[in-house]
Nanobody
Framework: VQQLVESGGGSVEAGGSLRLSCQIS????????MGWFRQAPGQEREGVAQ????????YYVDAVKGRFAISLGDTKNTLYLQMGGLRPEDTAMYYC??????????????????WGQGTQVTVSS
């Protein structure tokens, strides 16, 4: 069983940057993909970015392409989301997640079996 703990959220002005971290304990080497999701108040959860652990192939939702970057630490027990050019519409609770499923469609939340508790990101205009 994986345990995931996010950190790094906060409040920034539009155009600013933040780096989110997710510490993964348990057996992160058994995870096939890891990802970041977000949910704003009154809105559905949205997939943001995904990374495949065996070859670091990444996938991003169109809204964050060119602004956000997902990466894994060398030992696969830390997941990062570097966020730049932040916009007010990026305001949300951000969750990291992991899956040990053999096949996971790009940032499909239903295929992820391990979730963190979330970290809040607030972007002011």
């Amino acid at each position: 069983v994986q345990q995931l703990v996010e950190s790094g959220g906060g409040s920034v002005e539009a155009g600013g940057s933040l780096r989110l971290s997710c510490q993964i304990s348990g057996n992160p080497n058994s995870c096939t993909v890891m990802g970041w999701f977000r949910q704003a108040p009154g809105q559905e959860r949205e997939g943001v970015a995904q990374i495949r652990t065996r070859d670091s192939t990444t996938y991003y939702v169109d809204a964050v392409k060119g602004r956000f970057a997902i990466s894994l630490g060398d030992t696969k027990n830390t997941l990062y989301l570097q966020m730049g050019g932040l916009r007010p519409e990026d305001t949300a609770m951000y969750y990291c997640a992991a899956s040990d499923e053999w096949f996971v469609p790009p940032i499909a939340a239903d295929f992820y079996n391990y979730w963190g508790q979330g970290t809040q990101v607030t972007v002011s205009s």
